[in-house]
């Protein structure tokens, strides 16, 4: 069975600070992505990657940055932590032939930003 | 780009009851998703339904691709079932294509 483990359930941060949250899977997936959730509007794509060190922008890039160094690895950044940034952050993967598969997702992470 | 529209967005039941959820979508898409995220914030797939009908359990799903909506059944609905219901659609053929997601159903199921 696929597992995509992100490192924290919740984060407390400070405005300001640069916050990481990273995600691991185990299915040798090639693209991962990054969503984040906030009510009224969805799940919504910050940033994918195809392939290690490749990235592409989602919808909401503005705030994010993210780095893909191993296959199994991929890390969100927030270079300095602002308020409008506290929400649920999603991540999930997906093989590059899907097929009928779906993307996976991990179990969220809760991130407040004080 | 492409719109996802789902209804209700907040849906209220007793245990036992029947309910459908619907996903309205603006183009074409190559594959739709339902999710179930359940109050601990967990995201599960519940069903890859590009077109046609699909069951598992209480729960089925209806995608007419043609005339862009996707249906979401849960029948003898439980406590359990509470959550958030995501729909999302996908286009283009690229292995890394976009998910657009909808903003969700809300559902409550009241003992």
């Known amino acids: 069975d696929v597992k995509v483990t992100q490192s924290s359930r919740y984060l407390v941060k400070r405005t300001g600070e640069k916050v990481f949250l990273e995600c691991v899977q185990d299915m040798d997936h090639e693209n991962m992505f990054w969503y984040r959730q906030d009510p009224g509007l969805g799940l919504r794509l910050i940033y994918f990657?195809?392939?290690?060190?490749?990235?592409e922008k989602g919808d909401i890039p503005e705030g994010y940055s993210v780095s893909r160094e191993k296959k199994e690895r991929f890390s969100l950044i927030l270079e300095s932590a602002s308020t409008n940034q506290t929400s649920m952050y999603l991540c999930?993967?997906?093989?590059?032939?899907?097929?009928?598969?779906?993307?996976?997702f991990g179990d969220g992470t809760r991130l407040s930003i004080l | 780009g492409i719109q996802v529209e789902q209804s209700p967005p907040d849906l209220i039941l007793q245990e036992g009851a029947n309910s459908t959820l619907r996903c309205n979508f603006s183009?074409?898409?190559?594959?739709l998703q339902w999710f179930h995220q359940n109050p601990w914030g967990q995201l599960i797939n519940l069903f890859y339904?590009?077109?046609g009908t699909k069951q598992n359990g209480r729960l089925s799903a209806t995608t007419v691709a043609t005339e862009r909506y996707s249906l979401l059944y849960i029948s003898s609905s439980q406590t359990t079932d509470s959550g958030v219901y995501f729909c999302?659609?996908?286009?283009?053929?690229?292995?890394?294509?976009?998910?657009?997601f909808g903003s969700g159903t809300r559902l409550s199921i009241r003992p």
């Open positions: 999930a993967s997906s093989p590059i032939d899907r097929g009928n598969q779906p993307q996976h």
């Open positions: 999302a659609v996908e286009q283009g053929y690229s292995s890394a294509s976009k998910i657009i």
């Open positions: 183009d074409s898409v190559n594959n």
């Open positions: 339904i590009p077109s």
């Open positions: 990657s195809y392939d290690v060190k490749m990235k």
